[in-house]
């Protein structure tokens, strides 16, 4: 186990410290630093939670890869994981919602982070609306799915599997989440609200297409994973596509990029260091549910921060949702298991 996870381990403390110091240097008090390290690790678990779907479809495309790549994509991946989507990816967003050209932008994050945090917390309404449209989307495509061969919970998920032939239903249902939330807004508000929720619509419908110009030619992805270089590229589209939720999520929780930055970067390293145990277990299929409890963190999600335009949902309850539902489908997945022993089980 050591040998998958140890060097997530290692950068967890380095990160946790690091977050520590941050802490210590923005607050000054025991308090402010334990504040900032809390942050760091639920971020952590935040991304850890919403990208289980992503170790899933990363393992599906590595087990075919030769060992070299797989162990390229584990080093200069997570360069561009950490680096290009955590630190580079939250800066274009308040770089965008702020108005602020790269220069000014990263001197405020750096040097200015109460004048920052100020900017950006103005920017609130916009970056809720865009996250929380994104979320939506990601979570519906999901359960509107009517080859979904797998419910977690029946009552939810058949009903939304029976009618997920209607065409952009679930761009509907977004819409719709939209204008109930835009009521409860000023005017000013509301149409910020609104175009950022549109614009979030329209980069999910971006990565999309993307997905579908990237995705493998045959059924199988093993020409592509075989092509190696070819197989590396497709996977860092994807993965940049997946941490779409975990890096506006987090906003959800705190505006201070190096915050984001330390926290999200942990929960990345674990994903990186999941999808390769994944691969060499071959145990991508023994917790039936995990997944389902990944879809369900980023609806609940997507939900509390429609919410957080008009009524504030501490952080940390924000925080845990994602771990207490994946612990839930986990848990649910391991009664499943004991249930419904595997036939060489059984004869044990």
Known sequence: MFKHFGGSLLFTAAGLVLGAWYGWELHGTIDGMLGIVWICAVLAVLEISLSFDNAAVNASVLKDMDPVW??????????????????????????VAAQLGPVEAVNLALNQPTEYQRIVSDAHIGLMGFGGAFLGMVGLKYFFDSEKEIDWIEAIERPLSKV???????????LAGTWATSTMLTDDDALTFVTAAI??????????????????PTPTTGDVAKAGFGAFLYLEVLDASFSFDGVIGAFALTNNLIIIAIGLGIGAMFVRSMTIFLVKKGTMSEYRYLEHGAFY??????VIMYINTFAHIPEVITGLIGAVLIGLAFWSSVRWNKANPAPEDALI
């Open 70 to 95: 797989q162990q390229r994509f584990l080093t200069w991946g997570i360069a561009i994981a950490v680096f290009g989507m955590r630190i580079v990816f939250p800066l274009v967003i308040v770089m």
């Open 199 to 216: 614009a979030g619509l329209l980069v999910y419908l971006a990565v999309e297409i993307v997905n579908h110009l990237l995705e493998p």
């Open 297 to 302: 963190a980023i609806m609940a999600l997507a």
């Open 164 to 174: 997920a032939d209607i065409e952009a239903i679930a761009i509907g249902l977004v």
